[in-house]
């Protein structure tokens, strides 16, 4: 049995939440392979919203087991919130959801770290979350993390104060900023009995004997394609390697236990942060895709910056993943425009590419467009691909010919309803 990935293939917020969703009835295991508490996976079931940072999101589905992964990194602050969301909305997660011991902590003075080295950039700030999140994966790197398993050895207060000394001489190299370590310090701890009440697996043997008991298996990316450590628009990336490859090291999986890649964009593109965006739209229709999607940060809830779809870049990210299929969300979005634009190339060093430069954060391009009409209407009743207007479906069949990736799913609106697969 093999394993599917389905992950992002812009700079993250693309609605991997809600088509995670979807997919999780037809699998036993849903499991996160990498990233922290900076994902934002965002579900709106029976009308109401819910955000998943940490927790895969199959965990609404009582028949689904959902893993987090060894190459994720976790708060346990954070991490306990979410449980406590769960609660409050009657969904029983104890007996589906396992933690990998092999998975990362992050500590308060991981976050103080990552504020104070963000404060210190001054305008060469590359939009952290703030969460820890960088420092927590260099402590992986540098062999001085604390993993999940260690909060049961006898030995884990005397290490966490060792490493929470060395964050402290790291610290104050840097200028001061207000954080009260001792405050945070104190719901730290008290948050870890919420992992010590749960599961805690040894995930690669996880993983293997569930593909050998022939259990289909999701992993769950989060951020995206673009903001991969090594193939995203560097340095304003994230910390881990969000493409499927991640899949391997963050689950400790065989590549070739990989099958389908299901690959999932926006009908049009947004990023939050700083770093390079060649087809961000500054005026009325950046605003317009703006409020209409409601493009604010599900985890900072800082504004996204949007502009049109990019196919280029999707072209890359899906020779990066090996994506087999597209799912296509937030057309419904695009519904009021009676122009609609796709970016087909880039001009840059006095030609016309089809390729992304080495270095896009240095490399100034001027992106092609492809116009379409828009269909000025609503979707909220389409239910089929039939129902789509004609309008519409010419824009995802160009798109989907352009890529050479079939459309799989097309998302209609927020709701899990909104959803049609083809």
């Known amino acids: 049995m093999q394993v599917d990935v389905l992950l992002g293939l812009q700079w993250g917020d693309e609605g991997k939440g809600k088509i995670v969703d979807a997919l999780a009835p037809h699998y036993q295991i849903v499991a996160r392979f990498q990233g922290g508490p900076n994902a934002g996976h965002t579900l709106v079931i029976d009308g109401r919203k819910y955000v998943l940072?940490?927790?895969?999101?199959?965990?609404?589905?009582?028949?689904?087991?959902?893993?987090?992964?060894?190459?994720?990194?976790?708060?346990?602050?954070?991490?306990?919130?979410?449980?406590?969301?769960?609660?409050?909305?009657?969904?029983?997660?104890?007996?589906?959801?396992?933690?990998?011991?092999?998975?990362?902590?992050?500590?308060?003075?991981?976050?103080y770290l990552d504020a104070a080295s963000e404060a210190s950039k001054g305008a060469e700030k590359i939009g952290s979350t703030l969460k820890g999140?960088?420092?927590?994966?260099?402590?992986?790197?540098?062999?001085?993390?604390?993993?999940?398993?260690?909060?049961?050895?006898?030995?884990?207060?005397?290490?966490?104060?060792?490493?929470?000394?060395?964050?402290?001489?790291?610290?104050?190299?840097?200028?001061?900023?207000?954080?009260?370590?001792?405050?945070?310090?104190?719901?730290?701890?008290?948050?870890?009995?919420?992992?010590?009440?749960?599961?805690?697996?040894?995930?690669?043997?996880?993983?293997?004997?569930?593909?050998?008991?022939?259990?289909?298996?999701?992993?769950?990316?989060?951020?995206?394609?673009?903001l991969d450590v090594d193939f995203g628009t560097y340095p304003y990336v994230t910390s881990?390697?969000?493409?499927?490859?991640?899949?391997?090291?963050?689950?400790?999986?065989?590549?070739?236990?990989?099958?389908?890649?299901?690959?999932?964009?926006?009908?049009?593109?947004?990023?939050?942060?700083?770093?390079?965006f060649p087809t961000e739209l500054h005026g009325e229709d950046g605003e317009f895709l703006r409020r209409a999607g409601?493009?604010?940060?599900?985890?900072?809830?800082?504004p996204r910056r949007c502009g049109w779809i990019d196919l280029p870049l999707l072209k890359y990210t899906i020779m990066l993943n090996g994506v087999t299929r597209l799912?296509?969300?937030?057309?419904?979005?695009?519904?009021?425009?009676?122009?609609?634009?796709?970016?087909?190339?880039?001009?840059?060093?006095?030609?016309?590419?089809?390729?992304?430069?080495?270095?896009?954060?240095?490399?100034?391009?001027?992106?092609?467009?492809?116009?379409?009409?828009?269909?000025e209407e609503s979707l909220e009743a389409c239910r089929t691909e039939d129902d789509l207007p004609i309008a519409c479906r010419h824009f995802l069949t160009y798109i989907e010919e352009h890529l050479h990736v079939p459309v799989s799913m097309i998302s209609t609106g927020p709701e899990r309803e909104s959803l049609i697969e083809r």
């Open 53 to 111: 940072h940490t927790v895969p999101s199959g965990i609404f589905h009582a028949h689904t087991i959902n893993l987090i992964g060894n190459g994720v990194v976790l708060d346990p602050v954070i991490f306990r919130r979410e449980l406590a969301q769960l609660d409050e909305a009657g969904v029983e997660y104890r007996h589906n959801l396992v933690v990998a011991r092999k998975a990362h902590l992050i500590l308060p003075t991981h976050r």
């Open 133 to 226: 999140i960088g420092p927590a994966y260099m402590d992986k790197t540098g062999r001085n993390g604390l993993r999940i398993g260690d909060i049961h050895l006898p030995e884990f207060a005397s290490r966490y104060e060792a490493l929470k000394k060395k964050h402290l001489r790291l610290i104050a190299q840097f200028p001061d900023i207000p954080f009260d370590l001792e405050g945070e310090e104190i719901a730290w701890m008290e948050s870890l009995d919420a992992l010590r009440s749960l599961p805690l697996v040894d995930g690669e043997y996880f993983v293997h004997d569930a593909i050998v008991a022939g259990k289909r298996i999701l992993a769950e990316g989060a951020q995206g394609s673009l």
């Open 240 to 276: 881990s390697n969000t493409i499927t490859a991640g899949v391997c090291t963050g689950l400790g999986l065989a590549p070739r236990h990989i099958g389908d890649v299901i690959g999932i964009t926006k009908a049009y593109c947004t990023r939050v942060g700083s770093g390079p």
């Open 294 to 302: 409601q493009e604010f940060g599900s985890t900072t809830g800082r």
């Open 327 to 375: 799912a296509v969300t937030k057309v419904d979005v695009l519904n009021e425009l009676s122009l609609i634009r796709a970016a087909t190339a880039y001009r840059y060093d006095g030609k016309i590419h089809t390729q992304v430069p080495f270095d896009l954060t240095q490399t100034p391009v001027q992106p092609e467009f492809h116009d379409f009409a828009g269909w």
